[in-house]
């Protein structure tokens, strides 16, 4: 069984379009993230969230939104798309403490 | 914010051949942890390593949390085909029990590339 999945696989949409990507682990972890890796394969945490809060890297754009119904899901929602959101993202988890994360498959963002 | 330097950046090597990478950074981690990534694939963590000094090996591959903490190194004895992809670094400042949930740094990878 899947530890931490994603869907879509691939998303192909329009510039200023909305889109959500979902994640979900069946790890039991209580910490989730999301990451963006750019064409140059660059990984860069996007958010970071338990139960208790919800930490932001600054530079990301409130465009992007994670929004979380229960401890196994956190799903990444983007509103007006912009060509520079083209990139694959990836969903990770991890036991708070251990900082051993486990990645999603990713999804790979087109914005035409 | 932080920064993690991997080198190298690519590497070509003959199967059979052992190989080393290595990242820096400009301030102290308190976990490294080394990663692989396939094409279409996402990260997979190979080993973690959270104090300085210590050497932990998992099968060919082993790594090392360099004593300053500011250094981590991979090394991958006999290299096989299958090795092929990317190696990332990652260090994460918070201390081990306990800390925020912030994620990971990481570092720019190492595309490991054999020749039969």
């Known amino acids: 069984d899947t530890a931490v999945s994603q869907t879509p696989k691939y998303l192909v949409t329009q510039m200023g379009n909305d889109k959500s990507i979902k994640c979900e682990q069946n790890?039991?972890?209580?910490?989730m993230y999301w990451y963006k890796q750019d064409s140059k394969k660059f990984l860069k945490i996007m958010f970071s969230y338990n139960n208790k809060e919800l930490i932001i890297n600054e530079t990301v754009p409130n465009r992007f939104s994670p929004k979380s119904p229960d401890k196994a899901h956190l799903n990444l929602h983007i509103n007006s798309l912009e060509l520079g959101d083209s990139a694959v993202y990836f969903c990770a988890s991890s036991q708070l403490g251990t900082k051993r994360q486990f990645f999603g498959p990713g999804t790979r963002l087109t914005v035409l | 914010g932080q920064q993690l330097n991997q080198s190298p950046q690519s590497m070509f090597i003959q199967e059979g051949e052992d190989v080393s990478m290595n990242c820096t950074s400009s301030?102290?981690?308190?976990?490294w942890l080394w990663y692989k990534q396939e094409p279409g694939e996402g990260p997979v963590l190979l080993i973690a390593?959270?104090?300085?000094?210590e050497l932990t090996s998992n099968g060919r591959l082993t790594a090392q949390f360099g004593i300053t903490r500011k250094d981590s190194f991979l090394n991958i004895s006999a290299s096989i085909p299958s090795d092929v992809g990317i190696y990332f670094c990652a260090g994460h400042s918070g201390w081990y029990s306990g800390g925020g949930a912030d994620g990971l740094t990481f570092g720019k990878g190492t595309h490991l590339i054999i020749q039969p």
């Open positions: 301030s102290i981690f308190n976990t």
């Open positions: 790890l039991g972890h209580d910490t």
């Open positions: 390593l959270y104090k300085a000094g």
